[in-house]
C-alpha cells in the first residue's frame, strides 16, 4: 500500500524546490507552559514574604535541546499590580526594568539529580554560589539581562545581550529571577513594598495542563517553582497540591537545522467557539454604538444563529424580578479580592440551559464579577487583558462584556461601585445584570451589561445606555463551550471571530458546528539519520482510509469544488512522489515513511497533504465524501 520514498534518494535534489511554504526559523521562536494566573505565592512572613528577596524566585526544569539554539529571552508571570492579597501589598513593578536573571545549569542532567537544593548555601548578600557542578551560563559580566516587569497575565522577559548558545543535548536548569531591590542583610533591611516578587502558576487540581512541553527545538520537563532559589522542595505538577510554572522561553535557531512547516488549512473548520474583542468601550461596535445595542443568540442544537439587536435598553428591569438576588452582597466562592476578580456560589436554575456540546443542558451558573457567566463551576478569572487561553480553557461559558470590573463590595462594605443582579420568572428566563460597575480602580468608569438566559437556549445580550464606557480596558463578548476549546481567531489584538457588526446583521452570523479538519506534521524533525514518520490527526469519525502523498512542489490552496470538494483545498502538486493509503484508528493514520533520512536529503523540500476516504461525512460537507488535511513542508538538513 506505499510507494516508497527510498526511490527518492537519488532524485530528491533535483526534484525539490524551495517554496513560499518552507519558511525556515530564522526569526524568534517561542515555547511557553499554559497559563491562567489562578494561583500565587505569598504569605505575610518577613523578610522574605513567601517569595525570595536574596537570591530571587526561582523556576526549575529539564530542558532538552535538539540542534543549535540561542536563548535570547526567559520569562515568567508575577502578581505585581499593586493590590492587597491575602494581606500582603503587591507593589506595581510594571513597565519599568526591575531586575536581572540568572541562568544556571547542569549538562547531561536533570533537576531531580543535580539539585543539591535543601543543603545548597547560595545567596546574593554575601555572593555565594550554588554548590558544584551548578554553573553560571548567563555571566553579568559577559551576557547582561535586563528584567522588565509586564502585567500579570504576560510574561516578564528578561532579554539576554548576547544570547546564551546551547548545543543539543539534556540539561538540569534553574532561572533565578532577581529583583534590582535586593536587599537581606542585617545592614540592609528588606523592603517589602519594592522587593518581593509573586509568581503567578496554575493549580493543576483546578485546570490540568501538560507537564511537557515540546516544539521539536526545545522539550521543557520536570518544572516547578522555588523560593528562595536552590534552597527548598519545588511547588511541581508532583507536589501534593500539582502545581505548574508559567514560563517563556524565547530562542533563536542556528545554521542547518532541519524543521517542518505547516501551511494551508484543512476542510472543515468549524470551531465552537465565537468572539469579538476591543481595546476599550470606546471602539465597541455591539453597544449602542451606530444603533447596535446586543446581539440574539438562536441555540440551533451544535451550533447558534447570531444576530444583531437594534432595540435600545435592558430586556429585564435589574432587581425587578420575583426571584431577584444581588449577588455582590454575598461572600464569593472565589475571588483575588473581595468582589474584585470574584465568582459567586454557584446557583441552580430553574431550568436546565442547552448550550452547544451539552444538548441536555445544566441548571448549574455562576456568575462573575467581570461580566461573563458560566454553566459549571469554574476556575476564578481576572479581567480579560487578552486572556483568549482563558476564556476557551475554562468552562462553557457566555461573555457579555468580560472585561475588568469591580462591583461594589457589599460582602465585606467596602470598595468598587455597581452592582450584579440575578433575576428570574422561575420558569422561561434568568438574566444576570451588572448595572453601573465601576472598571477596576476607576470610580466614574461604569458599565452596564445584561446577558438574558431563556428555558429554550436561546440568549440575548444587551448594553446599558452610553453602551460599554471602559477606558483602556479590553473587552471581549462571545461564547466559549470550554474544555480547551480551538481558538476561532489568531494574530494580534483585538480580535474579530467573527466582527459581530458585520456578520451577525441581516441574516446573522452562523457560529460552527465544532467540525475540526484532519492535521498533518511530523512526529519528529526530520534531521539526517532520523526517522520520518508523516501523523495525520483530527480525522473525521466517518474516515476508514487516509492517503497521504508526498510531491516535490507546493502548491497554494486551490479549491477542489470541481472535483465535489467544496471548502477544501490542493497544497501538494500532483503526480505524488511517494504515497501511503493506510486505515483509520481512533482519528489517526501514521506513515514510517523512512527508517533513517539518508544524507543526500540534507537541505531538500518535499510537500505532504493527507486525503480521508469516510463512508458517510456528517453535516454534509461534500457529496465525494472526502476530506482533506493541510500540508506539510519537509526540510530535511543535518540537525
Known sequence: MHKTLLSLATVATAAAQLSAQCVAPTGQQSLETTYYGTTFYACATAPNYCVSLDPGVAVRCDLAVSGNVNLTQVGTNFLNDGGTY????VPNLVGAPNGTCEVWIVPNDTVLNATLFTTNPYTHNPA?????????LSNQATHVSNLVYAAPDTPSLATFNPPLALTPGNYAVVFVFVPTGVANTPSVPA??????????????TIQPTPTTFADGFLTLSNLGVQSPAFANGALSPSSATPY??????NYTVGAGAAYQTVYGAGCYDRKQAFYESWTDGATMDIDDVGGINGLDMFNIGTNYIVTTNATSGLVVAPGTSTG????????????????????ATPITMPFFFPYPTNPTGSNTLQISSNGIVYFATATNTFGFYDGYGGFLANQAGIAGGWTDLEPADLATFGGGAGNIWYDTDGASYVAVTWHNCQIWGQPTNLNTVQIVLQAGGGVQIRYGTGGMNATATPILTGFTPGAGAADPGSGATPRSAPNFAVAASGGGYVSGDGAVPAVISLTTRPKVGAALQIDTNNIDASGLINITLISAASLPGIDLAIVGMPGCGAYINLPELASSFGLV???SASWPALASIPASFAGVDLYAQSVQLCTGVPNSFNPANILASNAVCIHFDNF
Open 244 to 249: 505548574m510554572p508559567n514560563l517563556t522561553v
Open 86 to 89: 491575602a494581606g500582603i501589598i
Open 128 to 136: 555565594v554560589p550554588p554548590i558544584a557542578p551548578w554553573q553560571l
Open 324 to 343: 431577584a438576588v444581588q449577588i455582590n452582597t454575598q461572600t464569593p466562592a472565589l475571588t483575588t479580592g473581595a468582589w474584585d476578580d470574584a465568582l
Open 585 to 587: 484508528a481512533g482519528g
Open 191 to 204: 523592603n517589602p513594598a519594592t522587593d518581593r516578587i509573586h509568581p503567578l502558576f496554575t493549580n493543576m
